[in-house]
């Protein structure tokens, strides 16, 4: 049974692109959590969704970054005009009942570099 | 204040010893406090976790202290091994949340 997948492992984007990273979570699991995690720092919560919908976005920054979890496919998070202070890594995580109570699985995650 | 301030940044221990990791927190509303180990290049792995209404849980070498009228808990490594050099990440969350707030992290290594 596969964990959580995350691709890419490794992100390098200049400045000004878009850059799109994506999880598909554990088989059986609806909810999909993403987390940044700058150098030296703890994880930060960005988004919450479930199939179709976004649930919480709280810890989104309001402009460049958008998520999505389709019916069919993957979650993508997605940020445009990339700038160098996006430069983190990224985790998702999956639950197969809202919430940490159960038990996140986080991925590998994907590192970001914005040159 | 939705805030988990976890301390210290770095530790080192020698193989055999305990090694004690310390969060506090703010926000009496939170009810969940688990601990996560990250390895380089890994996703953080929940370890432990714990409720307020007890005060200790252990799980093997593993175990957490919890006072509630402090506001803080620790994690307690016993007989530390090597294999436990990671980063450990202490985190809460509370009843309806769907996300956890977690502290900035401590790297340990553990000197064989």
């Known amino acids: 049974n596969a964990g959580v997948m995350q691709n890419p492992r490794h992100l390098v984007r200049r400045r000004g692109q878009e850059a799109r990273l994506r999880c598909s979570p554990m088989?059986?699991?609806?909810?999909v959590y993403w987390y940044r995690q700058l150098p030296e720092e703890g994880l930060k919560f960005m988004v919450y969704?479930?199939?179709?919908?976004?649930?919480?976005e709280s810890g989104m920054p309001k402009e460049r970054f958008s998520a999505e979890f389709p019916k069919e496919g993957p979650s993508i998070l997605r940020i445009q005009q990339v700038v160098r202070g996006d430069s983190a890594a990224y985790f998702c995580?999956?639950?197969?009942?809202?919430?940490?109570?159960?038990?996140?699985?986080f991925g590998s995650g994907t590192r970001l570099t914005v040159v | 204040q939705q805030q988990v301030k976890q301390s210290p940044q770095s530790l080192i221990v020698q193989k055999g010893g305990i090694s004690i990791i310390n969060c506090a927190y703010e926000?009496?509303?939170?009810?969940?406090f688990p601990w996560y180990q990250q390895f380089p290049g890994k996703g953080p792995a929940l370890l432990i976790a714990?409720?307020?209404?007890?005060s200790e849980k252990k799980e093997g070498r593993f175990t957490i202290s919890f006072n509630k009228s402090a506001k803080q808990f620790s994690l307690h490594i016993m007989d530390s091994q090597p294999g436990d050099s990671a980063t450990y990440f202490c985190?809460?969350?509370?009843?309806?949340?769907?996300?956890?707030?977690f502290g900035q992290g401590t790297r340990l290594t553990i000197n064989p």
């Open positions: 995580a999956s639950s197969r009942t809202g919430g940490p109570y159960g038990g996140y699985t």
């Open positions: 088989k059986g699991h609806s909810h």
């Open positions: 969704l479930q199939k179709e919908n976004i649930i919480d």
């Open positions: 926000n009496t509303a939170f009810d969940y």
């Open positions: 714990i409720r307020p209404d007890v």
């Open positions: 985190a809460a969350s509370w009843g309806g949340a769907q996300k956890l707030v």
